[in-house]
């Protein structure tokens, strides 16, 4: 089990294995239905991935399907979970709002239903919601891009996606920190949806309209890899500090080749890992083990002075 501590673990991305292939071989205790966002994305990968591997460890079937932030198709994945009698859903919920009537109909099933990562704007029917501190990474990251570009700077900002809080969680804590330096402007933002191809666009009409920030805040790293590339291509990107969020493999290879200022670690595996365990434990007790139904997950900075200790995906050394 993955623990933190003086060694924080988060098991090595294997893109090479097929995530949504589910179990070659049922197993003797039942199924567990892991929904996530998007595939595509390495964190979200992580996410099913783990989920799938501890699934399987403690004696279940388990599959991995993905939304990809559509709540109609989230909807007809809880409906297969209903139908094929799963024992527990672990899902990445789509839409704060919008999953609110998926996780019910799971719930009023029967189904217990753990969530990751994103949050449901709707206590007291997940029997669980595990996330990151996305607060406490956001504060840290802003510290570190201050710490980076000066204390007086134009910049713009790349957003995800609004249905999710951790969007706005995020760019608030971004905002608390930066607004602390009056000489700190922000000349202009846009959602990019945690999208690398988005992020590259917008960056393009945010660097036409503003050619002469210094310095781009991203809430996570698919976006602040798109802005690298079109800031490289504009030839901007030695003058200008980028800054990521979520400990992406091709994010820490951009802080190796000095095109990323830092990127914010979110612990994905080690929860991914707990909701799991956590809905075997409901299963077999009808306990938890929470004192409430939220928990949070501090997250980790990687810089350039410890890049060198992210020794495999998702996998940093302390």
Known sequence: MFKTGKRLLIAALAVSAPLLAGTAMAQDKGLISIIVNDTSNPYWFTEGKIARETAEELGYEANVSAHKGDTNTE??????????QAKAIILDPANADGSVGAVRKAV????????VNAEINEQGLAKAQLVSNNAQGAAMGAQQWVQTVGDSANYVELKGAPSDNNAATRSNGYETVLSQYPDLKKVGEDVANWDRTQGYNKMQSLLQAHPDIQGVMSGNDEMALGAIAALKEAGKLKDIVVGGFDGSPDAVGAIKAGNLAYTVLQPVAIFSEDAVRMADKFITSGETGLDG?????????ITPDNVDKYTSAFVLEQ
């Open 293 to 301: 139904e939220k928990k949070l997950y501090d997250c980790l900075l």
């Open 108 to 115: 009023d099933a029967g189904i217990p239903v753990f969530l």
């Open 75 to 84: 909807s007809r994945q809880i409906d297969t979970a209903i139908t094929n």
